[in-house]
């Protein structure tokens, strides 16, 4: 009896546990403490945990490949989507019908707020070849800059799919973390007066506009950019199929079910490739003080742009939409609002900044595109 106590105990995950697995579980749940206590973006953060604390499990095999007649673990299957670049782009189809481009259209200016804030992509970029990153892992840690969790997997699994893990997470992270870090920098880059600004309302936009820009946006980023096609077409494919307003089925399946079930799915096998002895590293510290310079860099590209305007406009424009210029739909968005909310209850900016917002996640696809041309 003692035997087979002992080989039972032998045999389990208990036996097997190391202290890189030991501090991952408590990382994870750490995570989950997070997403689902503090609320911090629980539709990602929480399947990204879960799948880091069961690849960490000791002889869970989640991850573990085919050998012989034994079949892979789930998330290895699950992973193939991420691995092979499908679950991105139709992250990218289902925000594109989810999201409203009328304050883009109606404000075509705010695309240059988008613009400025990739200035933290390359920022963080050229700080890591400094650190000696190759450049292939300097452009997959840059991309974390535009807080656009979707095209930093897209990017990171075509340059240095060994940073994966690590970048997918801090990504996802700042991208929760956006109420924390934004308003600081925002207070800090502005003055009272400014932040008191209230922007007049916007022109209406026809419903023939909103459904020639994402063919023309396609064409045009596709030309000139072949390798932001994907991403960028997916965009907006799924912004014609929301304004045409003839195919409610796709519109309803794509902004609820499919969305849903990609997230879950993207957010598993990713959270299961941090497995310790990659996610523990100096280089995962490294990936995760540059994700936050680079997107620290884009708030305050995009502010010090919006100060710009600001003064060319004759206090017309209030700076803090730039802030929003980042990839962060519609978070950063929300709090360029209440910022606004909190100098004057009267201004209301949510849909001034949704068009930096929506021309941030077109400048990240970009941005994206571009790196992938050079280094891919």
Do not use: W
């Not at 014609?240 to 794509?254: D, F, G, H, N, S």
């Not at 210029?325 to 201004?347: T, W, Y």
Request: proline share 6%; aromatic share 8%; net charge positive.
């Amino acid at each position: 009896m003692l035997k087979i106590i002992g080989e039972l105990i032998s045999s389990s995950g208990f036996a097997a546990m190391t202290i890189q697995n030991f501090i991952m579980i408590v990382l994870a749940c750490s995570f989950l403490y997070l997403g689902i206590k503090k609320q911090y973006e629980p539709y990602l953060m929480v399947p990204i945990a879960f799948g880091m604390l069961l690849a960490n499990l000791p002889l869970s095999g989640v991850m573990s490949k085919a050998t012989g007649s034994d079949p892979a673990g789930l998330i290895y299957y699950l992973y193939q989507g991420t691995k092979l670049g499908i679950y991105p782009p139709l992250i990218f189809l289902c925000l594109g019908i989810s999201t409203d481009f009328g304050p883009l259209i109606a404000n075509p200016k705010t695309l240059l707020l988008g613009g400025a804030a990739q200035l933290g992509i390359f920022s963080a970029f050229f700080i890591a070849i400094l650190f000696g990153m190759t450049p292939e892992e300097a452009a997959s840690i840059g991309i974390i800059g535009g807080a656009d969790g979707p095209t930093a997997i897209f990017t990171t699994t075509r340059l240095a799919p060994h940073l994966l893990s690590a970048i997918a997470i801090a990504a996802y992270s700042y991208m929760a973390l956006v109420p924390v870090i934004q308003p600081p920098i925002i207070r800090i880059l502005t003055t009272k007066k400014e932040r008191q600004v209230v922007m007049k309302e916007q022109r209406k936009v026809s419903q023939t506009e909103k459904i020639v820009f994402p063919i023309v946006v396609t064409i045009l980023v596709s030309l000139i950019v072949p390798s932001a096609t994907t991403l960028v077409g997916m965009l907006m494919l799924g912004n014609l199929l929301r304004e045409i307003k003839i195919v409610p089925l796709l519109t309803t399946a794509l902004s609820n079910s499919m969305m849903y079930i990609i997230t879950i799915l993207l957010g598993v096998s990713v959270g299961a490739t941090a497995k310790g002895e990659i996610f523990l590293s100096p280089s995962t510290i490294l990936i995760i003080g540059l994700g936050l310079v680079a997107f620290s860099i884009g708030t305050a590209s995009g502010v010090l742009l919006g100060k710009l305007m600001y003064r060319l406009s004759g206090g017309k424009i209030n700076p803090m939409i730039g802030a929003a210029g980042v990839s962060a739909v519609p978070m950063a968005a929300r709090v360029v609002h209440k910022e606004g909310q909190l100098e004057n209850p009267s201004n209301f900016l949510l849909m001034h900044a949704m068009g930096p917002n929506v021309a941030g996640v077109i400048g990240s696809a970009v941005v994206a595109g571009v790196l992938l041309a050079m280094f891919a």
